[in-house]
Each structure stands twice: as structure tokens, then as C-alpha cells.
């Protein structure tokens, strides 16, 4: 089946500590995307990556980073310096403007809860 | 600074009623336009727009783009318990790969 994964579905984390969130893709998607959804609020886009090695910061990504080294992956590390980090994160992916529809699928989403 | 805003943010509605989503956008480079239902966890796609006054139509959710007037409607008839979510609107850009997402309406259909 083709879809995309993020694992794990729930995540607890303490102060101080940096966690990576996976994300990966079997839809041969160029294109990729990491929001974080706050209760009462819509998907703020935090990173995103058009193509393999190669990905920008969007609108909150202080205290994340991400890598794209492969097509199929893009993990999200959520690092200490994020202040805030308690929230429900979803990982999308789109076939790419250049090659056709702007559709894109979400993953499961991971809900991150700092103790 | 692009923006897209939904209305209203909440809405409650008996079985049956038909309801109508408002989603406005302000972006540069307009590409399309397009609505999610989220239930529990990740938003699933019902529509994109990208043609002004052409709707669009999946059982009893339609949807419409009006580019001149910068707005988008859907509207859910006959609605059902199982419509209760947030319905998302988000915007695309040309050439940058973004998407501007709205905050959502909550919509809550009581039986």
C-alpha cells in the first residue's frame, strides 16, 4: 500500500532532551512537509523540502531541524531549544508543482508531550 | 504576508441542516485552492480549486472558488453525525512548494 508513515504515534519527552520524528513516504512524492498543529489552531509549517538534499525553514522553524537525504524520508528533530514543543505534529508530501497536482497526503501525525 | 481565514471558526448544527464554510485568502501567486476534513488525526483531502466558478462536487459536499473576490465556500447538505471535524482551507503558491494553512471551522452535527 502506499501512504505515508510517522512513527512513533506518541512521543514523551523530558526538558532538555531532543527527540527525532519519522516520516517516511512510498508515493515517489518530490516534495515533503513537517506542521505542527496547536489545540485551536491550524497547521503551521515548520520545514519543508522540495527535493532530496535540499529543504527551507518555514514559518516556526526555530528549535527544529530537519534533513532530507533521501526521497522517501524527512525526519524532524525537535531540539532543546524549542520552547514549547508539546503538540501534534503531521508530515505531508505532494508529487511537486513541476511535475503535477498540488494534492497533498498526510501521515498519521505524532503527538509529542514534554514532561 | 499571505494569509488565509476561515469562518466561522465553530458551528454547531442539528442532523439534516445544510451549513456553509467560508474560507478568504490574501497570497501572492495564487496556484489553488483546497479543503480538508480532519477527524482525529491527519486531514483528509475532499477538494481542490484552481478555476474561478467552477464547482466542485462529492455527494453532498460541493465546493466553489471565486478568484476575482478572493474567496472559497463549502457546503455540506443534509448533514450527518459522521460530518462532525475541522474543515481545513489551504492556499498554494506558484513556485515556492507552500502552503498557507487557515485555523479551521469545528463543525458539530448533533444527532
Known amino acids: 500500500d502506499g501512504g505515508i508513515t510517522q512513527s512513533p504515534k506518541y512521543l514523551f519527552r523530558k526538558e532538555g532532551q531532543n527527540v527525532t520524528l519519522s516520516c517516511e513516504q512510498n508515493?515517489?512524492?518530490?516534495?515533503m512537509y513537517w506542521y505542527r498543529q496547536d489545540p485551536g489552531q491550524g497547521l503551521r509549517l515548520i520545514y519543508y523540502s522540495q527535493i532530496v538534499n535540499d529543504f527551507q525553514k518555514g514559518d516556526i522553524a526555530e528549535g527544529y531541524s530537519v534533513s532530507r537525504e533521501k526521497k522517501e524520508s524527512f525526519p524532524l528533530t525537535v531540539t532543546s531549544a524549542q520552547k514549547n514543543p508539546t503538540a501534534f505534529y503531521l508530515c505531508?508530501?505532494?508529487?511537486?508543482?513541476?511535475?503535477?497536482?498540488?494534492?497533498?497526503?498526510f501521515g498519521p501525525g505524532t503527538r509529542l508531550t514534554v514532561l | 504576508e499571505d494569509k488565509v481565514v476561515q469562518s466561522p471558526l465553530s458551528l454547531v448544527v442539528h442532523e439534516g441542516d445544510t451549513v456553509t464554510l467560508n474560507c478568504s485568502y490574501e497570497v501572492t501567486n495564487f496556484r489553488s485552492l483546497l479543503w480538508y476534513k480532519q477527524e482525529k488525526k491527519a486531514p483528509t483531502f475532499l477538494f481542490m480549486l484552481?478555476?474561478?466558478?467552477i464547482e466542485k462536487k462529492s455527494g453532498r459536499l460541493s465546493s466553489i472558488l471565486d478568484k476575482k473576490e478572493l474567496f472559497s465556500i463549502l457546503n455540506i447538505t443534509a448533514t450527518q453525525t459522521g460530518d462532525s471535524a475541522v474543515y481545513l482551507c489551504a492556499v498554494s503558491t506558484s513556485g515556492t512548494y507552500k502552503y498557507i494553512f487557515g485555523t479551521g471551522t469545528r463543525l458539530k452535527v448533533l444527532a
Open positions: 508515493l515517489n512524492h518530490d516534495a
Open positions: 484552481t478555476s474561478s466558478g
Open positions: 505531508a508530501s505532494s508529487i511537486g508543482q513541476l511535475r503535477g497536482t498540488d494534492t497533498q497526503y
